[in-house]
């Protein structure tokens, strides 16, 4: 059974900062928070992941609450192509066979023009 | 980024026939790769865990009859479906997880989509 709790669809204005919130209250201390997107017809996308700190590329930042409950993926800008299907995963990031991607339902970001 | 790679991209065949489908990382060595199906509408569902040189983990669920996986190599991992029916029928999606990436990165393919008639 997947491990985080997402809101099953969201809107954002194109241009506009989107904040896709995750809850992962029974988080493990090895865990890290992954975050992928899946557009439609095409295989999911890694963006980001973290553990505790708080974390930023080229795509996302990934902030994650001080009790690692919780944490939210801020697209700065978001555009058109960003509307797709947004998967939170806990995983442990080492680790051998049994270290698995499972993937919850997910956050459907629809980016308004 | 890591590239991974499926072919054939989309397959229709008949019933009661196999269907292979390839995956393969294009620049990193995968020991370890994964295999997901997703039916419309929903999310992504493990099917099975394979290992280079070894034998597959099967999910709870999924017949290892009938979804064959073979791990012959650190690029290359394939799926054949035996004797296909319409149920079938769906998005399967590879991914495999880069040996030598400092978290395990996990890379996925862009899918197969497969339709039994």
């Known amino acids: 059974d997947a491990k985080t709790t997402q809101p099953p669809s969201m809107d954002c204005a194109e241009g506009r900062a989107a904040n896709l919130p995750c809850n992962h209250s029974?988080?493990?201390?090895?865990?890290?928070v992954y975050w992928y997107r899946q557009i439609h017809s095409q295989g999911p996308q890694y963006i980001i992941h973290?553990?505790?700190n708080n974390e930023t590329n080229e795509m996302a930042s990934l902030i994650i609450t001080e009790d690692r409950k919780s944490s939210t993926l801020i697209l700065p800008h978001a555009t058109l192509r960003d509307t797709a299907v947004y998967y939170c995963?806990?995983?442990?990031?080492?680790?051998?066979?049994?270290?698995?991607?499972?993937f919850g339902t997910g956050t459907l970001l629809a980016v308004q023009p | 980024g890591a590239v991974v790679s499926q072919h054939p991209s989309r397959v229709i065949c008949k019933s009661g026939t196999s269907v292979k489908i390839e995956c393969r990382s294009l620049?990193?060595?995968?020991?370890?790769m994964f295999w997901y199906r997703q039916f419309p509408k929903q999310s992504l569902m493990l099917m099975a865990t394979?290992?280079?040189?070894?034998?597959?983990?099967?999910e709870q669920g999924v017949e290892k009859d009938k979804f064959l996986i073979n791990h012959a190599s650190l690029t290359l991992s394939t799926l054949t479906v035996t004797s296909a029916h319409p149920e079938d029928s769906s998005f399967y999606i590879c991914?495999?997880?880069?040996?030598?990436?400092?978290?395990?990165?996990?890379?996925f393919g862009p899918g197969t989509r497969l339709t039994v008639l």
């Open positions: 991914s495999a997880r880069d040996r030598q990436g400092p978290y395990n990165e996990q890379f």
């Open positions: 029974t988080i493990s201390g090895n865990e890290y």
């Open positions: 973290g553990l505790k």
């Open positions: 995963i806990v995983r442990v990031a080492y680790g051998g066979a049994t270290n698995k991607l499972i």
């Open positions: 620049d990193f060595q995968a020991t370890t």
């Open positions: 394979s290992n280079e040189g070894s034998k597959a983990t099967y």
